[in-house]
């Protein structure tokens, strides 16, 4: 007999490339299901903490949004979320108000994190100083690069941290992930780190990201 595997509704949208992202987890990729009616497909990516086998269900709309928007059908039941953008290009930052928005509509008080993808391209358009979005809206974000598996976990286990209810909680094991296709070296990691943090201590602009 296997463990009882706690499992949650994590709900994925953006603009940043989610479908890149969550492809990364191997065994998700391989056990994924295809929901017809709502044309989506669910990633069920499992990881082995501190406190049992975790499993999130990770609804990705494949592209959907493109037809106008996502159905409730889409958001509905969801624990918990990941908002998605594209550090190389603004529009995707600036549609983050619009996701939340609806997320937060039909999924009140869930945990949600801020992810700002491509963060290994070199030409980067948004600044880290210039996201502020999740400071407004008290959402936790993390820069990732999904191509080269920089920092994929994180979003998962602050996520596990808040729905366990245990900020000691821990991945005993790492997944397996594809193999990275580009590279962070550590110069870029310590630069990226090094901003997150000046940003977190700046003053808040007055006006909604008027510097993008």
Known sequence: MSDPVAAFKLVLCGDGGTTT???RHLTGEFEKKYIATLGVEVHPLVFHTSHGTLCFNVWDT???EKFGGLRDG???????GIIMFDVTSRITYKNVPNWHRDLERV??????VLCGNKVDVKERKVKTANVTFHRKKNLQYFEISAKSNYNFEKPFLWLARK???NQ???FVAAPALAPPEVQVDDETKAKIEADLELAANAPLPDEDDADL
């Open 21 to 23: 992202f969550v492809k």
């Open 62 to 64: 494949a592209g959907q």
């Open 74 to 80: 889409y958001y509905i039941q969801g624990q918990c």
């Open 107 to 112: 999924c009140e008080n869930i945990p949600i």
């Open 163 to 165: 729905l366990v209810g």
């Open 168 to 170: 000691g909680l821990e």
